[in-house]
């Protein structure tokens, strides 16, 4: 039997793959978009000059892409378009939000709206999520001429998955946005946002391999399933590092999420439980300036309201779902197994 590979073997092994076709990829934008572009991948610095390849990340999408073809029996090069495919999606989402957020720098460097303004960064954005569309229907036209011209591809379908992906990813991110506006919301609702957000472009990255494999329905359908619900697991986490986690390891203060008024799993919970200091624990949330006494107070009242426990069971039942997904797929037994280490991985951050 194959031994299985370690998680950082996994996770190196996938940006191998990816990152020279990503950079390929973005060869072809056209140069107005493409020196930003390749700026925010950090293969550049701001005027052009290559640099020292630089951290982008663990590199978890792409993994799961190629993962997800060698779960469906094809090899690892089958699910690399999909692997460029997420990461340019996902990058699009993270040039967007920085724009959101007017977040001045990311990964120790200046965000692109920072050094080339909005209306650049939207437009590089933009370029990247049309890029991504390419990158999966060219495969159609790659599989036409190795078949002679017999048959179709399965890009097409890849690239549909990666559409609904999207709409569902912008869809979560308008809802979170909404949010800010109302003074609280249930925890449904904000599993819901988080579903969309986080979930669906983890679901598409899942499967997105299998997809390009041309794979069965039902292996596809529960390899997306691991992946939504590993998003939301994910989400979770981040829930929870967004208030209680350790500046060391998050680079933002404890208690970040609540000072900028962030409606998230744990305060959603908390709020529902609150019972006797909903008043003041809606008080502290509704200000618009937090002192570090207050910001204490508020994450104090989160956790003593049950916020914090949900948001644990949460990951946690998230996790063994997207463990449970993988059993009864017919997946290839060693890539099963490295994606339910992948998962592990994701989650298993401290907070």
């Known amino acids: 039997m194959i031994p299985i590979r370690s998680v950082p073997e996994v996770l ?10 990503i950079e390929a990829a973005l060869e072809r934008l056209s140069p107005e978009v493409r020196l930003a572009a390749e700026y925010h991948f950090g293969l550049v610095d701001e005027v052009g000059h290559r640099v020292a390849a630089t951290s ?10 190629v993962l997800s073809a060698e779960a469906a029996g094809a090899t690892a090069e089958v699910g690399v378009p999909g692997a460029v495919a997420v ?3 996902h990058n699009f989402s993270l040039i967007h939000d920085d724009v959101i957020d007017c977040d001045r720098e990311r990964r120790h460097r200046p965000t692109v ?4 303004g909005v209306g650049r960064a939207i437009i590089v954005g933009d370029a990247l999520l049309a890029l991504a569309q390419q990158v999966l229907l060219d495969t159609d036209a790659h599989q036409f001429h190795l078949r002679s011209g017999a048959g179709g591809g399965t890009g097409g379908a890849a690239a549909r998955c990666l559409a609904q992906a999207t709409a569902d990813m912008i869809a979560g991110q308008a809802l979170d946005m909404a949010f800010e506006s109302l003074p609280g919301i249930d925890v449904d609702r904000c599993l819901l946002m988080e579903a969309g957000k986080t979930g669906a472009l983890l679901g598409c990255a899942s499967s997105l391999g299998a997809i390009l494999a041309g794979a069965p329905p039902a292996t596809t359908d529960a390899l997306r399933e691991f992946g939504v619900q590993l998003g939301l697991a994910f989400q979770a986490v981040d829930d929870l590092l967004g208030i209680w986690g350790d500046p060391r390891q998050t680079g933002k203060p404890t208690g970040n999420d609540i000072r900028q008024h962030k409606k998230t799993l744990p305060i959603a919970a908390a709020l529902a439980n609150a019972d006797g200091r909903a008043g003041e624990l809606t008080h502290l949330l509704e200000l618009v300036e937090l002192s570090d006494d207050e910001v204490a107070r508020a994450t104090a009242l989160v956790e003593l309201c049950g916020g914090r426990a949900v948001a644990i069971d949460e990951a946690d039942g998230r996790l063994a779902a997207a463990l449970a997904s993988l059993d009864h797929a017919g997946l290839d037994a060693r890539a099963r197994d490295e994606l339910g280490d992948i998962a592990r991985f994701v989650v298993a951050r401290e907070f």
Do not use: H, N
């Not at 092994?13 to 990152?19: G, K, P, V, W």
């Open 113 to 116: 709206w920072a050094i080339w």
């Open 12 to 21: 190196a092994r996938a940006r191998d793959l990816s990152a020279p076709a």
């Open 56 to 65: 982008s990340g663990k590199g978890v999408r792409p993994a799961l892409a």
């Open 87 to 89: 990461e340019l999606v």
